[in-house]
């Protein structure tokens, strides 16, 4: 769990910063709370591997852990959430 409270962080703060903080909801949870209602979510950012049938709302959140493609990241989820 403590590697997706660092990415919610980080996308809550890049969210207040570009001023999309009152555009979007986010919950954090586990990727096997969110299988049955993916539907529910515009788009899901996972730091762990997910079932192929959910992949197309998945933006993979490990570069928010390392570092490296972070900006990606923030883009797509931008072009998800049509910020």
């Known amino acids: 769990m403590a590697t997706s409270t660092i990415a919610t962080g980080k996308i809550k703060s890049w969210l207040?910063?570009?001023g999309f903080a009152n555009q979007?909801?986010?919950y954090q949870s586990k990727i096997s709370d969110v299988i049955?209602?993916?539907d529910d979510?515009?788009?899901v950012v996972s730091t762990t591997i997910v079932p192929e049938n959910i992949k197309n709302k998945?933006?993979?959140g490990v570069p928010l852990l390392t570092g490296i493609?972070?900006?990606q990241v923030y883009k797509e989820i931008k072009d998800k959430l049509a910020l």
């Open 16 to 18: 207040d910063k570009d």
């Open 69 to 71: 493609g972070v900006d």
């Open 41 to 43: 979510y515009d788009a």
């Open 24 to 26: 979007v909801t986010m």
């Open 58 to 60: 998945v933006i993979n």
């Open 36 to 38: 049955n209602s993916i």
